[in-house]
């Protein structure tokens, strides 16, 4: 009975062994977990592995970590494992100088409360769809000195808290317009470093489509632009209303000639040095809302286009006739909405003029003034002046082409009378030859109908002179014995015509001789 007594005894006790054991075994992987790790430097909530040459980021990380910075390591690649421990606390995590190729879909799942993530100075060429999708909160992206020469239009899908984006010193070639319009646009984005790329223009037709609050974050300069004179009046333009980003940086907008040799660097923003047209300048005026062009009787809404965008700003209208227009009253047809837009009710001719918007925001201590100008003009007049030109240019127009019609007509339809001009000439010898038969009977050569009619009834006499007359003449005509009949019917046939239709006979006074 002694015995079991001992053997019960022993296992109790090897028991309690067993569980001092599991006690010191859970403590030590526990302090294990919350130690920080051989290469890295930790204080409080903040880890820094920095330049420690780490090819992998280490499993004991603390849970509890906001601030993590892996720069100067050999990291490499970023894939879906590439984190091993989930980090939903990490607010910060900079992989700067990492040497970092590519990003896979779902890298960034154990890390997904971001905020501010800085993969500058690596060697992406590429951003693919989607690679921060994961990344809801984020809200600063560094990706500056890079190789990067494409952004897919979905690359940045998901992070719609995204308020600053930096792309300067990459390969892009485009601008990423799909920030700004579209489906997958970043509304809350209000800075976009994308200067010293390889941009040679810009889509300013779609830019004009862009609130001034997102326009004022734009960093364009140190690209090799083409020199333009609407891209000098869209930056003109942000410089008058006073934009850092073409401010602080006015001698880094350069651009160079389309065309020649010369590949200098000409200033964009000195003093129109382009010498560009004063309707190219207006134009972009038009293009950004700040001359707006209304009809007769129609409803308009002009909205104050401000940089100020925070929470609490005030907005003040003042008309052509210093009316002050407020949100908090209505002034016959005008009334200000709490976003500072401006409407329009019937808009009448006596509405034209400049109107200007205040916006204050007492808070920040900031206030802007933006001047819009409103033109109203008639539809209906409009078009039918537009008509009546329209008729007179159409008329000198076909008066014009009837001219030339009839120019073409009489060149080259006109009957050409060298028909009657050759039978002429042929008629021409019998008539002049002084030799021809004193007295002939052929028949008449076949002339046209008229001819025909006019001339019937009608003889001709030739006499052919003699040289030398002969003793006995006296210089008088005598006819052959037997023609004296013949000659006196042809003299006395009587004339159905005029004289002027008549052919004249045709007489000498030089006497011949007959034949014998």
């Given at each position: 009975?002694?015995?079991?007594?001992?053997?019960?005894?022993?296992?109790?006790?090897?028991?309690?062994?067993?569980?001092?054991?599991?006690?010191?075994?859970?403590?030590?992987?526990?302090?294990?977990?919350?130690?920080?790790?051989?290469?890295?430097?930790?204080?409080?909530?903040?880890?820094?592995?920095?330049?420690?040459?780490?090819?992998?980021?280490?499993?004991?990380?603390?849970?509890?970590?906001?601030?993590?910075?892996?720069?100067?390591?050999?990291?490499?690649?970023?894939?879906?494992?590439?984190?091993?421990?989930?980090?939903?606390?990490?607010?910060?995590?900079?992989?700067?100088?990492?040497?970092?190729?590519?990003?896979?879909?779902?890298?960034?799942?154990?890390?997904?409360?971001?905020?501010?993530?800085?993969?500058?100075?690596?060697?992406?060429?590429?951003?693919?769809?989607?690679?921060?999708?994961?990344?809801?909160?984020?809200?600063?992206?560094?990706?500056?000195?890079?190789?990067?020469?494409?952004?897919?239009?979905?690359?940045?899908?998901?992070?719609?808290?995204?308020?600053?984006?930096?792309?300067?010193?990459?390969?892009?070639?485009?601008?990423?317009?799909?920030?700004?319009?579209?489906?997958?646009?970043?509304?809350?984005?209000?800075?976009?470093?994308?200067?010293?790329?390889?941009?040679?223009?810009?889509?300013?037709?779609?830019?004009?489509?862009?609130?001034?609050?997102?326009?004022?974050?734009?960093?364009?300069?140190?690209?090799?632009?083409?020199?333009?004179?609407?891209?000098?009046?869209?930056?003109?333009?942000?410089?008058?209303?006073?934009?850092?980003?073409?401010?602080?940086?006015?001698?880094?907008?350069?651009?160079?000639?389309?065309?020649?040799?010369?590949?200098?660097?000409?200033p964009l923003l000195h003093d129109n040095y382009l010498n560009c047209s004063e309707s190219t300048i207006n134009g972009s005026f038009h293009a950004f809302g700040f001359i707006q062009e209304a009809q007769l009787g129609e409803r308009l809404i002009v909205p104050c286009d401000t940089k100020i965008s925070d929470a609490g700003t005030h907005f003040v209208w003042i008309s052509?006739?210093?009316?002050?227009?407020?949100?908090?009253?209505?002034?016959?047809?005008?009334?200000?909405?709490?976003?500072?837009?401006?409407?329009?009710?019937?808009?009448?001719?006596?509405?034209?003029?400049?109107?200007?918007?205040?916006?204050?925001?007492?808070?920040?201590?900031?206030?802007?003034?933006?001047?819009?100008?409103?033109?109203?003009?008639?539809?209906?007049?409009?078009?039918?002046?537009?008509?009546?030109?329209?008729?007179?240019?159409?008329?000198?127009?076909?008066?014009?082409?009837?001219?030339?019609?009839?120019?073409?007509?009489?060149?080259?339809?006109?009957?050409?009378?060298?028909?009657?001009?050759?039978?002429?000439?042929?008629?021409?010898?019998?008539?002049?030859?002084?030799?021809?038969?004193?007295?002939?009977?052929?028949?008449?050569?076949?002339?046209?109908?008229?001819?025909?009619?006019?001339?019937?009834?009608?003889?001709?006499?030739?006499?052919?002179?003699?040289?030398?007359?002969?003793?006995?003449?006296?210089?008088?005509?005598?006819?052959?014995?037997?023609?004296?009949?013949?000659?006196?019917?042809?003299?006395?046939?009587?004339?159905?015509?005029?004289?002027?239709?008549?052919?004249?006979?045709?007489?000498?006074?030089?006497?011949?001789?007959?034949?014998?």
């Open positions: 009975m002694s015995s079991v007594w001992r053997t019960i005894s022993a296992l109790h006790v090897n028991y309690k062994k067993l569980i001092c054991l599991l006690v010191v075994a859970v403590s030590v992987c526990h302090s294990a977990s919350a130690m920080c790790p051989a290469a890295c430097i930790c204080a409080s909530d903040i880890v820094s592995c920095t330049g420690k040459n780490l090819s992998r980021v280490p499993a004991t990380l603390f849970k509890h970590t906001k601030r993590l910075d892996l720069s100067h390591n050999r990291i490499g690649i970023l894939d879906h494992d590439w984190m091993p421990v989930l980090l939903d606390k990490l607010a910060t995590l900079i992989v700067s100088h990492n040497g970092i190729t590519s990003i896979s879909t779902g890298s960034f799942s154990a890390t997904p409360n971001i905020k501010y993530l800085d993969l500058s100075s690596n060697s992406l060429r590429s951003l693919g769809s989607p690679v921060f999708q994961e990344l809801r909160v984020l809200e600063i992206l560094l990706l500056y000195n890079n190789h990067i020469a494409h952004v897919d239009s979905a690359a940045f899908g998901g992070i719609h808290k995204l308020q600053k984006l930096y792309l300067s010193y990459n390969s892009l070639s485009q601008f990423p317009i799909d920030l700004y319009i579209g489906k997958r646009k970043l509304s809350e984005l209000v800075l976009l470093d994308i200067s010293y790329n390889q941009i040679q223009s810009i889509p300013i037709h779609y830019m004009s489509l862009v609130p001034a609050r997102h326009l004022s974050g734009i960093y364009l300069h140190g690209n090799p632009f083409y020199c333009d004179c609407t891209l000098y009046s869209m930056l003109n333009f942000w410089y008058l209303r006073h934009f850092s980003s073409v401010e602080d940086f006015k001698a880094e907008y350069t651009c160079v000639l389309r065309s020649g040799s010369n590949m200098n660097k000409l052509p006739d210093n009316q002050f227009l407020e949100p908090s009253k209505d002034i016959e047809h005008f009334r200000v909405f709490l976003n500072g837009s401006l409407e329009i009710d019937e808009v009448q001719y006596e509405d034209a003029g400049l109107y200007s918007c205040i916006a204050i925001n007492r808070k920040r201590l900031l206030n802007e003034t933006i001047e819009v100008r409103i033109n109203v003009s008639n539809f209906t007049v409009d078009r039918s002046h537009s008509h009546e030109t329209f008729n007179t240019a159409f008329t000198t127009l076909a008066a014009c082409v009837a001219s030339i019609i009839l120019v073409l007509l009489y060149l080259y339809l006109t009957p050409c009378p060298c028909r009657c001009r050759s039978k002429r000439r042929k008629r021409q010898p019998s008539q002049s030859n002084p030799h021809a038969s004193i007295l002939t009977s052929n028949p008449p050569l076949d002339f046209p109908a008229d001819e025909k009619k006019a001339s019937s009834g009608k003889r001709v006499v030739f006499l052919e002179p003699v040289k030398e007359p002969k003793p006995g003449q006296n210089g008088k005509v005598r006819m052959f014995p037997g023609e004296n009949i013949i000659a006196e019917s042809i003299l006395k046939t009587p004339r159905t015509k005029s004289e002027s239709d008549s052919m004249n006979s045709v007489f000498s006074d030089t006497p011949f001789m007959p034949s014998s």
